[in-house]
């Protein structure tokens, strides 16, 4: 007999097993083993009935919650079942913040162990903490599963209450959320306040100037005062009129101004009038918390929250880093020795701060974990020494030199300002000193080099002192135009959501995410911009439950969940209160429902005259009258309110009322080529639609492409798409190009399965030739969606004796596996990927084959039989099912 640890996944599995006693059995739970129903298809049929049982809470009993098991984790259920059944003692591993209590209580309430079961928590997965842990165990924290069930609770109640709300008013399949719904209405605020924004121009000088004794060190110099008063910048604008704020004085040049100015002094003498030298002292950054971490891994790697948290999941499991879902930046004694070390070892002893960094965490609700996110161990291994690579090597060097630098001196810099007067125009020169980099020579906030870093970062100005008269090499004058707010990028919202108290950061990830499949919000670049529907679903709620999206009454609501973790207040009232007291949220929807009225509602307005932009089943849409008609046309779904102008609006409206511009005669058909625009966006179509030619041969422009650029002979070539470019060397296949939904690409139409590659910059669809093509074909798959066949595999084991395709090893986000067509299956515990034989690949793949109603039985008489077949069948399942393991966050 043995003790069973159950913890998420599978790579955690592995990675925890190396560092537990022999007979200790280690099983993944693959994330939450049972949760409210998701679909009415899961709810019981004892209370399918029941008008509670759409919400899976029932209200009308102190908020009981409906819990059930999906489909896809009944297996594992089973299995873990099974495994408790030859077990002597249960360990619940799970992760230690909210969310891994809260699954270490589902598995006990669902399990109901008979032997004795504890909890065991560890921040970090290595040899010292696992051991810590296992002298350290507990009982699971009630406290902490109810202040967690009461949020998932919370979230189901305003999701499932005013998600339908939106369905009936507004479009099918819009979704409503506790923290998704307040992260949507920033976006909308900030670009409301970008359509109000009004530009504002103004005008300054900018003067290259050098020393009289070294015409060769020039430097800059810019006028910032005109007699004695502060010349007008950016920052004195109004943004709502673009005109110098009431009350500021300032003077603001125009054009002609400025070149009179520039007219007047460009001959004079210039004179150094002052000398400013002011010593600055830099202190490095905290370490990473959970939401730090996404900021600047968004800012400087460019991977968005998504993202950042899977990568960082990986890591963690895998032994590399502490646990990434932490609100603290707390650094253990162990962290600040290895720290240290690191520091002494690679920079020198002059580089370490004199004392240990030590940070503590303000808020009060900063309980997710107890350390900031680091390298793991009592020493910490560089960058180089990991054997990572891509994202996972890019994520660890920003945690690496994050948490060293913390520990690093200060930088010492010194700020140089020059003022310079030629007649009644005053300029200045800003310059910086380093006199020592101190943490800077190992990290820089947004920079990738921090050597190149530190030396944009010095500015040296020339030895000048008062009284000295610099040459003036060139003058020139500089206009200026004030910008609109920025938008937010994954980043700035981030840290508006953390500093506001909205939600949790360990959930952004999630939330963010939703908004963009949710086609609130579309990912321009680094920028979230969102989009029509975004604007009627806040309109909506600002009107009638401004309450539920005010960012303080979210943060209030965090507050009191993190009072019930602490058993400062109770679950059962608060949720009473929220949803079925006098402004509860289901009295209120009950009351306002029929005040609102749905054409309103699913019309957005942008102050744009004589049409209404509105919400449909396809998306949105414009309508103006035409005469005694109502005309409508669609809005490209790649057209956000941002850049819908009156310009456009004609430009759709004219499509339908007039009919679509003609780009010229194709030469072969002699039919018009007509341009149109469409829901995704402009196209190109041989021929007008009719009865005899109801589905007319369409194009899409690629992107980047404006329709008025378009000529006959590109637009001949779109239409011909795909282009046959030849037959493949290898496999007499025929190798083609095309447009997609996501660009351009080539494919391979493999006998077996089609091979695509995108087309890069420079490569043009109308123009590819068939070598390129091949050239493309033959480099490795990279990006989302690329999957094992494109992968080089670590071994090949041979065919397999009935189908005859080939069996091969290859290396997964979750470890090392067998792959024979689409079934995929992991290696055993003492298999290596040397080790492994094509006879025993066989013998684990026909154990992942489907098997018949009658084989349950037999299933079971192998199991009793043998302890090892079951072990080795349950670790084989829990790995094929990994891509399953991401532990679920709530859904906000």
């Not at 005013?162 to 979704?175: E, F, Q, V």
């Not at 990572?388 to 010194?414: C, F, H, N, P």
Request: proline share 6%; net charge positive; with cysteine.
């Amino acid at each position: 007999m043995s003790t069973l640890v159950i913890v998420e996944s599978p790579t955690k599995a592995k990675t925890i097993r190396n560092y537990l006693p022999s007979d200790y059995r280690v099983e993944a739970s693959m994330g939450h083993v049972r949760d409210l129903p998701q679909s009415a298809s899961e709810i019981p049929a004892a209370v399918k009935g029941e008008e509670w049982a759409k919400l899976g809470v029932n209200v009308e009993s102190n908020f009981e919650p409906l819990y059930v098991v999906p489909k896809t984790k009944k297996q594992v259920v089973t299995q873990l079942k099974q495994a408790l059944k030859e077990a002597t003692e249960l360990i619940l591993a799970t992760d230690e913040d909210r969310e891994g209590e809260s699954i270490s209580w589902h598995l006990f309430q669902l399990l109901k162990p008979k032997v004795p079961t504890k909890r065991m928590v560890f921040h970090e997965i290595t040899s010292e903490a696992i051991k810590k842990a296992l002298k350290n165990t507990r009982d699971v924290d009630e406290q902490v599963v109810r202040a967690q069930e009461t949020r998932r609770i919370l979230d189901r109640l305003v999701g499932y209450t005013l998600s339908p709300l939106l369905w009936k008013k507004i479009a099918w399949g819009l979704s409503a959320g506790r923290v998704q719904s307040v992260a949507v209405r920033l976006l909308v605020q900030r670009e409301r306040e970008r359509r109000a924004f009004n530009q504002g121009s103004y005008w300054d000088l900018k003067a290259i100037l050098n020393p009289a004794s070294n015409k060769e060190q020039s430097f800059s110099s810019v006028l910032v005062t005109l007699g004695g008063t502060k010349l007008a910048t950016g920052s004195d604008f109004d943004a709502a009129t673009g005109q110098i704020t009431a009350g500021r004085k300032v003077v603001l040049l125009n054009e002609e101004e400025a070149e009179a100015l520039k007219a007047r002094i460009v001959d004079k003498t210039w004179e150094v009038a002052n000398l400013e030298e002011r010593p600055v002292t830099r202190k490095p950054a905290p370490p990473f918390t959970t939401s730090t971490l996404q900021q600047e891994s968004n800012r400087k790697l460019r991977l968005s929250a998504r993202d950042t948290m899977r990568v960082a999941q990986n890591l963690y499991e895998q032994g590399y880093i502490t646990y990434m879902r932490t609100d603290s930046v707390y650094l253990s004694e162990q962290a600040l020795t290895a720290s240290r070390e690191c520091v002494e070892k690679l920079y020198g002893k002059e580089f370490l701060s004199p004392q240990p960094r030590k940070y503590t965490t303000k808020s009060k609700s900063a309980q997710e974990a107890h350390e900031a996110i680091r390298p793991a161990g009592s020493s910490f291994r560089t960058p180089q020494e990991t054997g990572l690579s891509g994202r996972e090597l890019q994520l660890y060097d920003l945690i690496w030199k994050r948490t060293v630098a913390s520990q690093m001196a200060d930088a010492r810099q010194t700020q140089i300002t020059m003022h310079l007067q030629v007649e009644d125009a005053g300029f200045r020169s800003s310059g910086k000193r380093i006199d020592f980099p101190g943490f800077l020579r190992a990290y820089v906030e947004g920079s990738d080099d921090p050597e190149a870093a530190l030396e944009d970062k010095e500015v040296i100005l020339p030895n000048l002192k008062v009284g000295d008269n610099p040459n003036c090499q060139q003058l020139e004058t500089v206009g200026h135009e004030t910008q609109p707010p920025a938008r937010y990028t994954e980043a700035t919202l981030v840290k508006t959501l953390e500093s506001e108290g909205i939600g949790r950061p360990s959930t952004y990830a999630s939330i963010i995410g939703t908004i963009i499949d949710k086609g609130y919000a579309q990912l321009t670049g680094n920028a979230l911009i969102p989009t029509f529907t975004a604007f009627a679903v806040t309109n909506l709620l600002e009107t009638h439950f401004s309450e539920i999206i005010d960012p303080s009454f979210t943060s209030k609501m965090e507050q009191t969940l993190d009072d019930i973790s602490r058993g400062e207040a109770e679950w059962l009232p608060y949720l009473q209160k929220f949803y079925l007291g006098e402004q509860g949220l289901d009295t209120l929807v009950k009351q306002r429902e029929s005040q609102i009225d749905i054409n309103t509602s699913r019309t957005v307005d942008l102050n744009i005259p004589n049409v209404k932009i509105r919400i449909g089943k396809f998306g949105a849409y414009l309508e103006a009258e035409n005469g005694d008609d109502i005309v409508t046309a669609s809005i490209p779904r790649d057209l956000t309110p941002a850049d819908l102008d009156p310009a456009k609006v004609e430009k759709l409206l004219k499509q339908k009322t007039e009919g679509p511009d003609q780009v010229g005669i194709h030469p072969e058909t002699a039919q018009p080529i007509f341009m149109l625009i469409g829901p995704y966006g402009p196209y190109v179509q041989l021929g007008e639609k009719s009865e005899e030619n109801p589905k007319p041969k369409q194009a899409s422009l690629p992107k980047k492409v404006d329709p008025e650029n378009v000529t006959v002979e590109m637009a001949v070539g779109l239409l011909a798409l795909p282009r046959k470019l030849g037959e493949h060397p290898e496999t007499g296949a025929s190798i083609q190009a095309n447009l997609g939904r996501f660009g351009p690409y080539v494919v391979h139409n493999a006998k077996d399965a089609k091979d695509y590659r995108s087309l890069k910059a420079g490569d043009d669809v109308l123009t590819i030739t068939f070598a390129r093509a091949l050239e493309l074909l033959s480099e490795p798959k990279k990006g989302r969606g690329s999957r094992s066949k494109s992968k080089k595999p670590l071994r090949e084991l041979g065919s397999h004796p009935d189908t005859e395709e080939p069996i091969n090893v290859y290396e997964g986000p979750y470890g090392v596996y067998i792959k024979h067509g689409k079934t995929n299956v992991g290696i055993p515990e003492g298999e290596t990927v040397e080790s492994i034989t094509l006879e025993k690949a066989l013998e684990l793949l026909a154990s992942k084959a489907p098997k018949g109603k009658s084989t349950r039985k037999t299933t079971k008489a192998k199991t009793s039989g043998t302890k090892k077949s079951t072990t080795t069948k349950a670790k084989t399942n829990s790995k094929t099912t990994s891509t399953k393991s991401k532990k679920k966050t709530e859904t906000s």
